[in-house]
Structures are given as C-alpha cells and as structure tokens.
C-alpha cells in the first residue's frame, strides 16, 4: 500500500486511481458523457470534470457533441468523453506457430492497421524471424502515421514467458528455447525507444477474450488457446492467473497418458501431444507437419462427410473434452472459452467434447460451467498483446505528460514500485501532442 508518509503522497495517489478508473472505463466501454462517468464510477460532478480535464490535457481524451440521431434527455445536449485517435498506443505483434503478425492499436482497443505473413515458425532461427518482423512493421507504421503514437510494444509467442523480462523459456511448436525475446525485440526496435513486455499467446487471449469478447463478463473464465499446441489462460476471481514467474498455464503439458506420444517438449502422453494439430492431422492420414492448410483440408473433407475426416476430429474431441473435465473439476469456471485451432475444429469435435465432459466432470461444477468459442477472431493475440502494452499507461495515465511538461523532480516518489519496466515507460513517454 502506498498510503504512508505526507499527505501529498496519498492525495497523488487518489488521483493517480480516479484517472485510471476513468481511462480504463472509456477504454472497455467506449465514449460516455459525463454524468455515465460520474454514476459508473460513484464519483461527483467536479471530480469527474476535474478528472476529465486532466486526461484531456494529457492528450488521451477529447470531448464532442453526440451523433445526431441518439435519443437525448432534454434539456442542454451532453458532450461525450471520448478517447483520442492520437493518443497513446501499442504496437502488437504476434509470433503464432504459422504466421508473424503486427498491428498498431489505440487505446479501446482499436485495431488502426494490421499486417500478417503467413509462414511456418518450426525450427527457426529467432533472430531471423525478428529480422524479418521489422521487414513488415516498417511499412506498417508508415501507413498508420496520423494513428496513435506507439508508447510500447506487446509480442505474444506461443510458450513459457518470463513475464520481468520477455525471456521465452521454451516454445516446443518453434523448437524455439531460451530466447531473450525481450531483448531480440527491444535491440531490433531501438529506434522506437519505447518498452518491450513478451507475453504467453493463451494468456493474452485469455486477457482479451475476457475483456472484450467471449469472457466478459465472467470472473472465473478458462481460455483455452492454441494452433499447434494447447495452452490456457486463466481468470480466477477476476484475477488472470500468472503463477511466480508468468509461467502457469501449461495444460498442454498436462500427462493424461504415461504411456502416450512422445511430445515436443520432452515427456510422454502430454494432453498436447493428443490433441494438438500434429495428433489431428496423423489420425486423419495428412502429414503431421501439413499445418493451417492441411487442417483446413481436413476440415472440407468433414464437410463432404469424409469418414476418416470425422474420425479423427471425434477422437481429438474425446481428449479435449477429457482435459476440461478436468480443468472445470480444478477451477470451476464459469466459462471456458476455445480459440485458435481448437474454435475452427470445434463445431466437429463439440459433440464430443460434451460427452466427454458430462461423464467425467463433477454435477455440480459440470451444471455452472458453458463451453463457447473465441469471439474476436483473427486479432485476438494482437488485441491482447495491446493489452499488456498498454497495461501501464492504463495503470497510471500520468505517464504520459501534460503538454510542455519536464519530467518532475518528485514523478517517481509516489509512483507504486511495479517494476522496471513502468519507469522506463515514463522516461519514454512524449510530450502530448496538440
Ligand atoms: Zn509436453
């Protein structure tokens, strides 16, 4: 807690808590008038126009009249408080098993411009693949110019991220292990001179999902994610769960049989090595290592009533429904969530996946929980590596200066210590434009 000392000190921090509830409640649910703001955040009028101002001045909001066409109370018109297009935003980068993708996005999760190239990860060399990331992201920012400034940079990998510092321990899909992600990142991208922050892909959906698309809503929610492999993000009493080091989350590594496959991470019968694509794709008869385009081919060939095709997705479905029985019998969620490869196979595995779980999944936690699919699509790795980008500027908008502002002497005194990485996202920051 930060209360302590002088009484300046815990004012600050008041201030510090009303200007992120504000900023994180124009992020999520859009533009608001003033009055919305005020009720939603149990705060009163001259605190709300006090909290307004400031953000404005910032550069992170603006105000203007409604549309036209929206049902007003009469009376004088209400402005709405709305984020700024040239605010504060992140570059999300996605570094998927079958594609390296990037995106400029704003704060309320805008998408301004996204680009992707599809190509296999599998055992290649990092640097490389950073390499060839900067290839794409160039263009991007220059298509993007008037969009939001970038304040940071979001990477979602698929594997076991060190959250202090992005340092991938092991991405069994990329046959990737001990990369400094992080830092390939940040030196690549030095000239942008903003933070880096390298994230786990199911987490970062888990984080989106629950925030903008098929989680919300829900404060004990399971994402499960994945295109190759099979990871979850987990939201416990409204919390995402990290685990000591950001590594939690590894169901995929799960042994659901001693004596099964051989998995890519080294151990035997790991949930994964059942229901992840390269299992898919053997029981069906494809190549192994045929990817997105052999799924897909799969997944007509289902359609035409294939049976071999059908088969295969019912035998993944029974393992995928055997691992959420026990996810469901351990967390007890409310929702669990499929994306990725496990959303596009999931209208053929559904039946399945419900049997499975109906048989093996305790009544009572059985009878609360639902089974959808990902609702944000293509974006929802980028949406949720934004999220962890703009995790600090949504925390405490004053690190982003007023207009004109040096960086004050007593900035960092009240500042909670939340490492690092938040004080270099201070340093970084630009002065807000006009
Ligand atoms: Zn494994």
């Not at 504060?88 to 805008?110: K, N, R, Y």
């Not at 959250?163 to 069994?172: C, F, I, K, S, T």
């Not at 035998?315 to 969620?333: C, D, T």
Request: aromatic residues 4%.
């Amino acid at each position: 807690m930060v209360i302590r000392g002088e009484g300046g000190y815990a004012q600050a921090e008041i201030r510090r808590r009303n200007l992120s509830r504000m900023l994180r409640e124009l992020h999520l649910s859009g533009p608001m008038s003033r009055s919305e703001l005020a009720s939603d955040l149990r705060l009163n009028r001259s605190t709300v126009a006090s909290l307004v101002g400031e953000l404005a001045a910032r550069g992170l909001v603006w105000e203007r009249s409604r549309t036209k066409g929206v049902p007003q109370s009469p009376g004088r018109p209400s402005p709405v408080v709305e984020l700024r297009r040239d605010g504060p935003g992140a570059l999300a980068i996605d570094l998927s098993t079958d594609w390296i993708g990037a995106a400029v996005i704003g704060l309320g999760g805008t998408v301004i411009g996204s680009t992707r190239r599809d190509r296999s990860l599998a055992n290649t060399d990092p640097a490389q693949i950073v390499n060839e990331l900067h290839g794409l992201v160039g263009p991007l920012l220059e298509r993007v110019g008037d969009g939001p400034r970038v304040v940071s940079i979001g990477v979602s990998v698929p594997g076991a991220v060190r959250a202090e510092d992005g340092h991938l321990h092991h991405a069994p899909n990329l046959g990737w292990r001990d990369v400094p992600m992080g830092n390939l990142i940040r030196e690549r991208f030095a000239y942008l001179g903003v933070p880096v922050f390298v994230g786990n892909d199911a987490d970062l959906a888990a984080s989106a999902e629950h925030l903008r698309g098929s989680g919300r809503g829900s404060n004990d929610f399971i994402c499960l994610w994945g295109e190759g492999g099979i990871g979850a993000g987990f939201v416990v009493g409204g919390r995402s769960l990290a685990g000591s080091a950001g590594y939690a989350g590894e169901v995929g590594h799960l042994t659901v049989d001693p004596n099964g496959e051989a998995c890519h991470c080294g151990a035997r019968g790991c949930w994964e090595a059942e229901v992840g694509e390269e299992a898919l794709l053997r029981r069906s008869g494809r190549d192994p290592l045929g990817g997105t385009r052999a799924v897909a081919d799969l997944l007509s060939a289902a359609d035409r009533g294939d049976e071999v095709a059908l088969a295969a997705l019912s035998a993944s479905g029974r393992w995928l429904g055997i691992g959420i029985a026990g996810l469901v019998n351990v967390f007890n969620p409310t929702r669990v969530s499929l994306g990725g490869l496990y959303a596009r196979i999931y209208p053929y595995t559904r039946e399945a996946v419900i049997r499975e779980l109906d048989s093996r999944a305790m009544p009572a936690p059985r009878a609360m929980v639902e089974i959808t699919t990902a609702l944000l699509g293509a974006n929802t790795l980028l949406l949720g590596a934004a999220e962890l980008a703009l995790a600090p500027t949504l925390y405490d908008p004053t690190l982003v200066r007023l207009t004109g502002e040096s960086p004050r002497a007593d900035h960092d005194r009240w500042r909670p210590v939340r490492a690092s990485r938040v004080e270099s996202d201070a340093a970084q920051t630009q002065p807000a434009r006009r």
